[in-house]
């Protein structure tokens, strides 16, 4: 189980302070929010790419991965940035492998097309491909499906679905889709101005919001 | 045609090519791999380290001369090694005034990269020399451009290989060296004949740098 205390401030301004929220191994979280709630910080702040004020326990020994929100398709072939995190004496197998999970995203098309040259969409498509090569512990996505269409958003989450299951890999993502937080997540957890307002499970807390600031925020969602 | 006929003007042609492309070479290996230290890590300090370098891209050639001339002379520190008027110590002095151009420039044009790759390379948790092989493979085309630099500076110089190299026929005496020796003997006509052949050779490396990424490009297109 991951657990964090942090705070993250830019100046004056309080972009993250949250205190003892955990995360179980093998559930999956979506982090909801208006934009500059502070839930990329979050994300970072538990993947260890931003450093933050607190600490950040249970994940000493654990793999971790997470995939920005812009992410960055190397100057490679697509089939080649998606086995970019495999170990060299293990790459004939993962190459196979890399190839099945091209497939089963819909671009095999594309393995030998240089990743720089794709569209936004693509490139998402290819770096959630790059994220699910490997086994991890805890996956940290940050709005994996932005750029992409309904179709290929649809077919990435079934993937990103089957990896859950056939790894008991946790998975903690952003997004701004209360649909695509029904689909993929057990839970939710609601921030605001850094701040956790409401967290509990997905159903319960978007049929049922407690916090008022909840209810806003779902309210000018659903208009 | 010319270089053919005259085997005084084959052995300056030869130590000349012989020391630019050995340590631009050098340079190159050296500079980069401290550029891409720079670039990709951020530690306490780096600001100073980045004014260090651009400060040592401007290193007087002729200090470089006498300084690597002191440390190798027969009283210095290296003096044991017996290299005083020999093209390896022209050698080391022109790696030790080219790779904080390689160094600086390399730092220069990696870092925006780096900057975009950052997140993401961080976040796959990828191995210190996984991080530096992507990096320079986005790099490639300002690294050619990089070497091409190295390499000019190799074969134009002149000041601290006259000093350490002794400017000897038939044993350190380049180009540039002629071509100032020739020049200070009033020999103007041999002095520009040797260098319109420096200026065909720096063609020629540019000719196939700019081929080398011109396949580069076809490749990932």
Same mark, same amino acid.
């Given at each position: 189980?991951?657990?964090?205390?942090?705070?993250? /401030?830019?100046?004056?301004?309080?972009?993250?302070?949250?205190?003892?929220?955990?995360? &179980?191994?093998?559930?999956?979280?979506?982090?909801?929010? @208006?934009?500059?709630?502070?839930?990329?910080?979050?994300?970072?702040?538990?993947?260890?790419?931003?450093?933050?004020?607190?600490?950040?326990?249970?994940?000493?020994?654990?793999?971790?991965?997470?995939?920005?929100?812009?992410?960055?398709?190397? %100057?490679?072939? &697509?089939?080649?940035?998606?086995?970019?995190?495999?170990?060299?004496?293990?790459?004939?197998?993962?190459?196979?492998?890399?190839?099945?999970?091209?497939?089963?995203?819909?671009?095999?098309?594309?393995?030998?097309?240089?990743?720089?040259?794709?569209?936004?969409?693509? @490139?998402?498509?290819?770096?959630?491909?790059?994220?699910?090569?490997?086994?991890?512990?805890?996956?940290?996505?940050?709005?994996?499906?932005?750029?992409?269409?309904?179709?290929?958003?649809?077919?990435?989450?079934?993937? +990103?679905?089957?990896?859950?299951?056939?790894?008991?890999?946790?998975?903690?993502?952003?997004?701004?889709?209360?649909?695509?937080?029904?689909?993929?997540?057990?839970?939710?957890?609601?921030?605001?101005?850094?701040?956790?307002?409401?967290?509990?499970?997905?159903?319960?807390?978007?049929?049922?919001?407690?916090?008022?600031?909840?209810?806003?925020?779902?309210?000018?969602?659903?208009? | 045609?010319?270089?053919?006929?005259?085997?005084?003007?084959?052995?300056?042609?030869?130590?000349?090519?012989?020391?630019?492309?050995?340590? %631009?070479?050098?340079?190159?290996?050296?500079?980069?791999?401290?550029? +891409? &230290?720079?670039?990709?890590?951020?530690?306490?300090?780096? /600001?100073?380290?980045?004014?260090?370098?651009? @400060?040592?891209?401007?290193?007087?050639?002729?200090?470089?001369?006498?300084?690597?001339?002191?440390?190798?002379?027969?009283?210095?520190?290296?003096?044991?090694?017996?290299?005083?008027?020999?093209?390896?110590?022209?050698?080391?002095?022109?790696?030790?005034?080219?790779?904080?151009?390689?160094?600086?420039?390399?730092?220069? %044009?990696?870092?925006?990269?780096?900057?975009?790759?950052?997140?993401?390379? #961080?976040?796959?948790?990828?191995?210190?020399?996984?991080?530096?092989?992507?990096?320079?493979?986005?790099?490639?085309?300002?690294?050619?451009? &990089?070497?091409?630099?190295?390499?000019?500076?190799?074969?134009?110089?002149?000041?601290?290989?006259?000093?350490?190299?002794?400017?000897?026929?038939?044993?350190?005496?380049?180009?540039?060296?002629?071509?100032?020796?020739?020049?200070?003997?009033?020999?103007?006509?041999?002095?520009?004949?040797?260098?319109?052949?420096?200026?065909?050779?720096?063609?020629?490396?540019?000719?196939?740098?700019?081929? +080398?990424?011109?396949?580069?490009? #076809?490749?990932?297109?």
């Amino acid at each position: 189980m991951i657990e964090i205390t942090a705070q993250k /401030k830019y100046g004056e301004r309080v972009v993250l302070d949250v205190e003892k929220l955990r995360f &179980v191994e093998g559930e999956v979280y979506a982090i909801i929010g @208006t934009n500059g709630s502070g839930k990329s910080t979050l994300l970072e702040a538990i993947a260890g790419t931003l450093k933050v004020k607190g600490s950040v326990r249970g994940v000493e020994g654990k793999d971790v991965a997470y995939m920005p929100q812009k992410s960055y398709a190397f %100057s490679m072939s &697509v089939l080649s940035n998606v086995t970019a995190p495999c170990p060299l004496f293990r790459l004939p197998a993962e190459r196979a492998k890399a190839k099945r999970l091209l497939k089963q995203m819909g671009l095999h098309h594309l393995a030998r097309k240089n990743a720089s040259r794709l569209s936004g969409g693509e @490139t998402q498509r290819v770096a959630l491909a790059r994220m699910l090569v490997a086994p991890h512990d805890y996956l940290i996505l940050d709005e994996p499906s932005a750029s992409m269409d309904v179709e290929s958003t649809l077919i990435s989450e079934e993937v +990103l679905k089957d990896y859950l299951e056939r790894t008991g890999c946790a998975l903690i993502f952003a997004t701004h889709s209360m649909a695509q937080a029904r689909r993929l997540s057990d839970k939710v957890v609601f921030l605001d101005g850094g701040k956790v307002i409401e967290m509990g499970y997905t159903d319960e807390v978007l049929d049922n919001p407690k916090d008022d600031r909840t209810k806003a925020f779902l309210d000018n969602f659903a208009r | 045609m010319v270089i053919g006929q005259d085997p005084m003007l084959q052995n300056i042609v030869k130590t000349t090519l012989e020391m630019a492309f050995t340590s %631009s070479i050098l340079a190159l290996l050296f500079g980069v791999l401290i550029g +891409l &230290v720079v670039a990709y890590n951020n530690f306490p300090g780096k /600001k100073v380290v980045v004014v260090i370098l651009r @400060t040592l891209m401007g290193l007087p050639p002729v200090v470089v001369g006498i300084v690597v001339f002191i440390l190798f002379s027969g009283t210095g520190p290296f003096g044991h090694l017996k290299l005083i008027y020999s093209v390896e110590l022209m050698i080391v002095a022109q790696v030790v005034l080219i790779t904080p151009i390689v160094a600086g420039m390399t730092e220069t %044009s990696l870092t925006p990269i780096v900057d975009r790759m950052r997140p993401t390379v #961080k976040g796959l948790g990828l191995s210190v020399p996984k991080k530096f092989f992507l990096v320079l493979n986005e790099g490639k085309y300002q690294l050619i451009a &990089v070497y091409l630099f190295a390499f000019a500076r190799a074969i134009s110089e002149v000041g601290a290989i006259q000093i350490v190299g002794g400017n000897i026929l038939n044993k350190t005496r380049t180009m540039t060296t002629a071509i100032a020796l020739n020049y200070n003997t009033g020999d103007f006509a041999l002095a520009v004949a040797l260098g319109i052949i420096l200026l065909a050779i720096a063609l020629g490396v540019n000719l196939v740098a700019g081929l +080398l990424q011109m396949g580069l490009k #076809k490749r990932n297109d």
